[in-house]
């Protein structure tokens, strides 16, 4: 990231204010994100060009820590928090011994809006006012975290599953692997700052720290720049990651694979891959927690007589034994049969009764109907003995 990024306005991005909450920083990028996908506009270059903007606003604006150095950051250059000239677009420090045009504004933030996490301004800030002027080690930048989405179905996401997913990025140079060096060349140490990647002098009674103008703060130079990415050890690209899904895994949940989001400048660090999960309805099954659920029709008769009903289940068919007399509603558990727990186990499979009423009947189903109320009547029983004052 270079001078550009004070430039830039994330929250405009995203379409929304700079008090907004971080939900509603994510329903906004998620929308957009949704609507500027590459794979849903293809050969769109504007669109991808968004996309690229949108994932880098929500990048810093989803982490409070990353949000908050954005902030200051801008309220500081806005002004002119460095010093006499303040910042002016399109440039760097100006007057007042400042910065040049060259000044990576990256560094500044240390890489936040690529997940560093650490560093730059705070670094920068802390080294504006020791005397003996030391020099701080410049850290690399950490990439992007990155997010997207998969729909799976009830039953994948109960058992698990591995699924591909689609990402287009900024991934390493897949000629010089992510050096930004020549292949057979290789970067070398800026002898400038030593590798430190930030220039510490004097002046008066402070100490000033600074990103070195050679390497502009990344601590090394190259001589012969790889021709695919000029250096960066970047490219965007489209690729495909086996993801494994863990059985149990919830409508909406968040699936965090290390490593797998955007490259990191020159080498540095990849950021993480975020996979929000949703899970279709299923036909059968219901979930309850770590519980299976279903609703099994069931007759009359077999209610009052009693009987074993074979009903599924994630693994197979189990039989489920109904008692004479059950209820109609009843719910009975079957141990063991539910959705996977992650420290091992299952949860249960609770199948509730419902009875099924027939919607037209022979003669003679009917006339055994007719008896058996008559016999019923004579037993003494009264579905409505003592419901409503009866």
Same mark, same amino acid.
């Given at each position: ?48 060009? +968004? ?107 109960? #058992? ?42 004097? #002046? ?49 949940? +968040?699936? +965090? ?134």
């Amino acid at each position: 990231m270079n001078r550009e990024w004070l430039e830039k306005d994330f929250y405009k991005e995203l379409g929304i204010s700079s008090s907004a909450t971080q939900d509603e920083i994510k329903k906004a990028y998620r929308k957009l994100a949704r609507d500027l996908h590459p794979d849903k506009n293809p050969g769109d270059t504007k669109a991808e060009e +968004r996309f690229k903007a949108v994932s880098e606003a929500h990048a810093v604006l989803s982490d409070p820590e990353k949000r908050k150095e954005y902030d200051e950051a801008r309220r500081l250059f806005a002004s002119g928090g460095f010093g006499r000239g303040g910042y002016a677009p399109g440039g760097g420090y100006t007057g007042g011994g400042g910065f040049s045009n060259e000044f990576n504004l990256g560094d500044i933030f240390g890489g936040a809006a690529a997940g560093a996490g650490d560093g730059g301004l705070g670094d920068i800030l802390g080294g504006l006012f020791n005397r003996g002027g030391t020099r701080t080690t410049s850290r690399p930048r950490r990439g992007s975290d990155v997010e997207t989405e998969t729909t799976l179905g009830f039953r994948e996401a109960a #058992q698990g599953v591995t699924v591909p997913l689609r990402m287009t990025s900024p991934s390493p140079c897949t000629t010089c692997h992510g050096s930004g060096a020549k292949p057979g060349t290789s970067p070398r140490v800026c002898p400038h700052c030593n590798g430190t990647g930030v220039i510490s002098r004097n #002046q008066g009674a402070f100490g000033f720290s600074e990103p070195c103008d050679d390497c502009r703060g990344t601590g090394s130079i190259i001589d012969d720049p790889c021709t695919d990415c000029h250096g960066t050890g970047i490219q965007n690209r489209t690729r495909t990651i086996t993801v494994r899904i863990p059985p149990g895994v919830r409508d909406g949940q +968040r699936i +965090r694979l290390a490593g797998q989001g955007e490259a990191g400048l020159r080498g540095a660090p990849a950021g993480d891959l975020y996979v929000t999960v949703h899970v279709s309805q299923d036909k059968v099954f219901g979930r309850n927690g770590d519980d299976l659920t279903l609703v099994l029709p069931v007759s009359y008769s077999e209610l009052v007589l009693g009987t074993t009903v074979s009903v599924p289940t994630l693994e197979g068919r189990v039989g489920v034994k109904v008692p004479p007399g059950t209820a109609d509603g009843r719910t009975l558990r079957v141990r063991g049969r539910g959705v996977p727990k992650r420290g091992g186990g299952a949860g249960d499979l609770l199948v509730t009764v419902k009875v099924a009423v027939p919607q037209k009947l022979d003669d003679e189903a009917t006339e055994a109907l007719r008896r058996y109320a008559e016999a019923e009547k004579a037993g003494g029983f009264d579905p409505r003995a003592g419901w409503a004052g009866a």
